[in-house]
């Protein structure tokens, strides 16, 4: 399970690019977001993001079990969330690495 409380703590002080903080509904939408990605994954998102190769992996993966429906884009959103907030720095896009 991902450390809830943390990412909470997280979403709550992440300054979106325009400098505005991220709502309480977005907030809640990013954290059912990331449960559902950990549902699909089948491991807790601190496996997904302990490594570049796994991260990868992992938002592959996401992409793929969801591509008719386009929620993945969300998904993948929560775990780069995580990412950031585990590592202290973005995670590459897809078409980057």
Do not use: C, W
């Amino acid at each position: 399970m991902m450390n809830r409380v943390a990412f909470t703590n997280y979403l709550n002080s992440y300054l979106r690019p325009n400098g505005v903080h991220l709502t309480t509904p977005a907030i809640a939408k990013r954290l059912s977001k990331a449960e559902e990605a950990e549902a699909i994954l089948g491991h807790s998102l601190d496996i997904a993001v302990a490594n570049d190769p796994q991260m990868r992996t992992d938002l592959l993966a996401l992409r793929s079990n969801n591509t008719h429906e386009k929620r993945y884009g969300q998904m993948q959103n929560a775990l780069r969330k995580y990412y950031h907030m585990t590592h202290g720095r973005l995670f590459p896009r897809l078409r980057d690495v």
